[in-house]
């Protein structure tokens, strides 16, 4: 996430970065169509794509406003932008075909990983016949396709066996049941405990927010107790229960997870969730 500082403004987010780089990116809002179409006005035809996570999820899971990406789709398509969706994370873990068969807005190019092969070093592009012959594995493709991993056999067979246990449907309906279990238990918990919460998250994704709601934008983000939030997960993982340490991580439910783990996590996140509180009282 950007500092306040580097909203709107030259934010490299890491040593390291060339210059020409940063000074060839330009920074959006998420959920905000016109901060978007304005920067495509002020810069006219040098934007050459619009890359962005479907659900915003290196964030506490932020989704889509209605209209929010198929307005992306139209400025793109005025423009003459590519559309690009970073699926890594939202790919297979929310649908065989993606968050965009969820959402019905196709991108033009589509990054994934992580999820497709369960795990296993497997990645993936995928897009529009025009753009993808690009690649040198065609007799005139003139960029440059290559990788330590491309046609490693043991990835490629986890990748179909996922496909394959994932094409019935039962696997996702399953997570998404657990994963509303997760969110609502976790909404109970602050009510009792009477600390302001909102529980992001879609499907087998959530995170429990110390804050009023709503959760849909950057400064609602910025809303959160972070204190509370580092102690909240610190007394988690005393407890068993590992969830990343860090400002806003979000979790994830998998395939192997059942409803006794959840109900587990759930009593493990009440005891740690007041054990936070009381901790910060006292500080």
């Known amino acids: 996430m950007s500092r306040p500082e580097g909203v709107g403004a030259r934010d490299p987010h890491s040593a ?19 901060d978007v179409r304005a920067t495509l006005e002020r810069h006219a035809e040098d934007v050459a794509a619009i890359i962005v996570e479907p659900v915003a999820h290196n964030s506490p899971g932020l989704l889509p406003r209605p209209g929010f990406l198929e307005g992306l789709r139209e400025l793109c398509d005025a423009s003459g932008a590519l559309l690009i969706f970073d699926e890594v994370i939202t790919g297979f873990r929310h649908d065989l075909g993606g968050f965009q068969k969820l959402a019905g807005v196709l991108p033009d190019l589509t990054t994934m990983g992580k999820a497709i092969a369960n795990g296993f070093p497997l990645a993936a592009i995928g897009g529009r016949r025009e753009h993808l012959e690009r690649f040198n594995t065609t007799a005139d493709g003139d ?64 995170v429990l927010c110390f804050m009023d709601g709503p959760l849909e934008t950057y400064e609602d983000v910025l809303r959160n107790d972070d204190a509370l939030f580092g102690r909240y997960r610190r007394e988690l993982i005393k407890r068993g229960m590992f969830e990343m340490p860090e400002s806003l991580g979000r979790s994830h439910i998998g395939a192997s997870h059942t409803a006794d783990d959840i109900d587990r996590s759930l009593e493990a996140a009440e005891e740690a969730l007041r054990a936070a509180v009381d901790a910060l009282a006292r500080a």
């Open 143 to 206: 960029v440059h396709f290559g990788g330590t991993y491309n046609g490693n056999a043991a990835a490629v067979e986890a990748g179909l066996a996922t496909i394959e246990e994932l094409e019935g449907g039962e696997v996702h309906e399953r997570v998404f049941a657990l994963g509303e279990r997760m969110r609502s238990g976790l909404a109970e918990i602050a009510t009792r405990v009477g600390v302001p919460a909102v529980v992001g998250g879609f499907g087998s994704l959530f």
């Open 16 to 34: 390291g970065m060339l210059e020409a780089a940063i000074d060839a990116t330009l920074v959006c809002r998420y959920n905000d169509l016109d």
